[in-house]
T-cell receptor
């Protein structure tokens, strides 16, 4: 158990809909990262937040947005969902005290778009 | 561009030793990670190398050569539970973590 929690574990929805994925980082961690992993594909970095501020952006679609709240939990919002958005979405956290922190991953949310 | 190369798939026998290679071409280098990921599960941290040489941690060891842009993960006394995908990731000069596509390791009895 990494200490990172994600809800929900599974999500099934229809095309065109909007969903929110939630992540709570390990106690004391200030950085949160979001990743997308499609079936049998590698990890695609989406976005990083540090202490409430956006720090880095990867290949995140404009239909996707995220934020980190004062209590450091984070939410990833996915809108106008398409079939191709079906994937595992992982959240990871790190202490944020150094540039080369180890990232610890949550169990993921499996999103299925029908 | 930035690139991390790993073999797509490897097969090994229970009880044997296997070496998974990773070569990288990135804009700068600030450390290399190895993670293990079982199918449908989260990646879990295995090792971190920032200086040249070998880091040993139980049955797993990781080696780094910065001049060659090369690392390997060595797994000894293979067990069936070691069947997983092994991910190599490098921090570049902007402290962005660049991920390889992973090596799927299949262990046969």
């Amino acid at each position: 158990d990494s200490g990172v929690t994600q809800t929900p574990k599974h999500l099934i929805t229809a095309t065109g809909q909007r969903v929110t994925l939630r992540c709570s980082p390990r106690s004391g961690d200030l950085s949160v990262y979001w990743y997308q992993q499609s079936l049998d594909q590698g990890l695609q970095f989406l976005i990083q937040y540090y202490n409430g501020e956006e720090r880095a952006k990867g290949n995140i679609l404009e239909r996707f947005s995220a934020q980190q709240f004062p209590d450091l939990h984070s939410e990833l919002n996915l809108s106008s969902l398409e079939l191709g958005d079906s994937a595992l979405y992982f959240c990871a956290s790190s202490s944020g005290t150094g540039h080369t922190d180890t990232q610890y991953f949550g169990p993921g949310t499996r999103l299925t778009v029908l | 561009g930035q690139n991390i190369d790993q073999p797509t798939e490897m097969t090994a026998t229970e009880g044997a030793i296997v070496q998974i290679n990773c070569t990288y071409q990135t804009s700068g280098f600030n450390g290399l990670f190895w993670y293990q990921q079982h199918a449908g599960e989260a990646p879990t941290f295995l090792s971190y190398n920032v200086l040249d040489g070998l880091e040993e941690k139980g049955r797993f060891s990781s080696f780094l050569s910065r001049s060659k842009g090369y690392s390997y993960l060595l797994l000894k006394e293979l067990q069936m539970k070691d069947s997983a995908t092994y991910l190599c990731a490098v921090y570049d000069s902007n402290y962005q973590l660049i991920w390889g596509a992973g090596t799927k390791l299949i262990i046969k009895p």
